[in-house]
């Protein structure tokens, strides 16, 4: 029906589709109407085939995503451009036919389509997005035309059925080697693709940059060679890759990207060589089987997650070029017994230790100026840290779920004020951690307490016990942090 259509103007003498608002399992779209707007279908849930005019010119970002029923569109040779995240998410959806007018097909324009099992892309297109085909579980195969001079990053990533990618031997600017996808010369990994099945693979001698998400969801790879002359390993290269156990990263590696390892749950042990000096967020995300991992001595910076949920490590050594350990740096490492932090890092980032449950002493150097919120929340082995007096901020929480925990710091520190403020046992004797394996028994802390509601113990225990279980909430919230933060400082 007509009704369930908004369109305006376009403002180049066409109609724009701006929403449509029925709810019929098969849509025709009325004819005269040249663009879909962005999100014009966005998540129709009951829409299970749609007819477009032949006035149909561009189809908008986003504008069929998740439209989990969608199993037919014909797309009518008028059409020019697929936007960005145009069909995300149509996990219904078996085939689609491009037409020979289409020149570009947007990022992640097709990703999550799981029943994908046929894509014809045409001899006009010269440019595929960014994870175009990400998570097109059921796509087996692909033929990329020659036209084809520029293929995003991540374009076939997590494509789990994938097995065969096809190019023409007279193409200028790809080669494919064994069903892997290479640039023309042989010195970007594009693709692996995920449905080979290969326990084991070595890359060739001339690859110099391991593509973003070029080995992503290979679930049977368990070993591979990366070659001395690699520079560059990209974001989410080796994501998912849950049986990989061994892999050599080389002297010349310089960055590791974000999520590169995310996953590898089975990686047990990885070497960082010291021409390493970035590694991306969330590099080592989850991989719960990593006991041991060296710190190259060039890094300056423990990024945001990089080994959060790694619950088998037990040790790591800090370099002395750290100057920063980012949000949620070592979360829930369950097992991390012990970890020495360098005197040149000057802030620890919120969430930073999180749930580090093995966790019993920590030394906090004088170098560092800030603790951020809920740094060491929920670490319930810890029973001493030392705070020096160069501290001059504590976020809301740090200490939460810390039950046995005394903090040594200075008379006069601002860390004896949050200790008081915050009904924390603190020290202001000599913090002096008993030597490894050996157990003593430790003397009562000196101790104070300032209080100028007493009744309002209870409710800081309540509210700080609350920021412990909401962690990772108020790491990405840090307006509400402060809110609550300057309200309690009001009470006291």
């Not at 590169?260 to 990686?267: E, I, K, R, V």
């Not at 925990?405 to 004797?429: Q, R």
Request: hydrophobic share 40%.
């Amino acid at each position: 029906m007509a009704e369930n259509f908004i369109t305006e103007e376009n403002g180049k003498g066409g109609l724009l589709l701006v929403k449509y608002t029925g709810a019929e399992t098969t849509v025709t779209v009325p004819n005269g109407i040249t663009e879909i707007g962005v999100k014009a279908f966005y998540q129709c849930k009951t829409i299970m085939r749609v007819v477009l005019p032949n006035s149909v010119t561009s189809i908008g970002s986003n504008a069929f995503s998740h439209c989990s029923a969608l199993r037919e569109i014909n797309l009518p040779t008028s059409v020019a451009t697929i936007g960005k995240g145009a069909f995300y998410g149509c996990s219904s959806l078996t085939q689609i036919n491009i037409p020979d007018s289409v020149t570009e097909v947007g990022n992640l324009a097709f990703a999550g389509c799981k029943s994908l099992t046929q894509i014809n892309i045409p001899a006009s297109v010269t440019k595929i997005g960014d994870s175009t085909f990400f998570g097109c579980l059921s796509l087996t195969k692909i033929d990329i035309p020659d036209s084809v001079t520029s293929i995003g990053d991540g374009t076939f990533g997590n494509c789990s059925s994938l097995t065969q990618i096809n190019i023409s031997d007279t193409n200028k600017d790809f080669k494919v080697i064994d069903s892997v996808l290479f640039d023309y010369e042989i010195k970007q990994l594009i693709c692996f693709p995920a449905g080979l099945n290969l326990k084991s693979y070595k890359l060739p001698d001339s690859v110099t940059s391991i593509g973003e998400g070029a080995f992503n969801g290979c679930s049977s790879l368990q070993q591979t060679d990366i070659p001395s002359g690699v520079a560059f390993i990209g974001d989410s290269a080796f994501r998912d890759c849950k049986a990989l156990t061994q892999i050599n990263i080389p002297d010349g590696v310089t960055k590791i990207g974000d999520s590169a390892f995310w996953g590898c749950s089975l990686l047990a042990q990885i070497d960082l060589p010291d021409s390493v000096t970035k590694v991306g967020v969330g590099a080592f995300w989850n991989c719960k089987a990593l006991t041991k991992i060296n710190i190259p001595n060039n890094l300056t910076e423990i990024g945001d997650s990089v080994f959060s949920g790694c619950k088998s490590l037990t040790q790591i050594n800090i370099p002395d070029s750290v100057t920063s350990i980012l949000t949620n740096a070592f979360w829930s490492c369950e097992s991390l017994t012990k970890i020495n932090i360098p005197d040149r890092v000057t802030k620890i980032g919120d969430c930073a230790f999180v749930s580090c449950e093995s966790l019993a002493q920590i030394d906090i150097p004088e170098s560092v100026t800030s603790i951020g919120n809920s740094a060491f929340s929920n670490c319930t082995s810890l029973t001493q840290i030392n705070i020096p007096d160069s501290v001059t901020s504590i976020g809301f929480g740090a200490f939460a779920n810390c039950p046995n925990l005394t903090i040594y710091t200075p008379a006069g520190s601002y860390a004896e004020e949050y200790a008081k403020e915050n009904d924390i046992t603190y020290s202001n004797g000599e913090f002096s951690p008993p030597a490894a394996d050996v157990v003593e028994e430790v003397a009562p802390p000196k101790a104070t307490s300032r209080r100028k509601h007493p009744w309002l113990a209870a409710l800081l225990l309540l509210l700080l016990t609350s920021a412990a279980l909401a962690a990772l909430y108020f790491c990405y919230n840090t307006d509400i942090v402060q809110s609550i933060t300057d309200y309690i400082h009001s009470l006291l």
